[in-house]
């Protein structure tokens, strides 16, 4: 087993149409507006950019992303990392629930240096931090969209 490997999976039930909560995940510029953990997103141009995250845990995670999928007719948006972390993440919207059923998958290895030699020993609190992170998200996404 890979201990810096992670795959992570995530379902959310969010009170909105799809449309508007793709449009809303589609603006990743604006994730600190709602996101508490993401601390900082900075476009480098209309595929790339920055995102600096930091959950519970007293460290910062810095990646570079670039846009692999943009799918707004299949509620589909794909973005590669490179830096901290690297990998991919995705969020699929389906209409569902009270409004729109949001699935987010990521499949990462650890590149941090502390967090790869902290790899075995930590890694079940570093899938807490992570759905902790998670949960910050949804809940914080709620409440923006019922603002928006």
Not at 6 to 26: C, G, I, M, N, Q
Not at 86 to 91: D, F
Request: aromatic share 10%; net charge positive.
């Amino acid at each position: 087993m890979d201990w810096c490997r992670y795959r992570f999976r995530s379902t959310w039930d969010l009170p909105a149409v799809p449309d508007k909560v793709y449009e809303v995940l589609s603006r990743a510029e604006d994730y600190p507006h709602w996101w508490p953990q993401v601390r900082e997103v900075t476009s480098v141009d209309d595929e790339s950019g920055t995102a600096r995250f930091r959950s519970l845990l007293p460290y910062d995670l810095r990646v570079t992303v670039s846009a692999q999928r943009r799918d707004p007719a299949n509620g589909v948006l794909e973005i590669g990392m490179a830096g901290d972390l690297e990998g991919w993440s995705r969020w699929t919207l389906r209409p569902g629930g009270r409004g729109t059923w949001v699935l987010y998958e990521q499949e990462v290895v650890v590149r941090r240096p502390l967090m790869r030699r902290l790899a075995m020993p930590c890694r079940p609190l570093f899938r807490a931090n992570h759905a902790l992170m998670m949960r910050g998200g949804r809940r914080g996404l709620e409440t923006y969209l019922e603002g928006v």
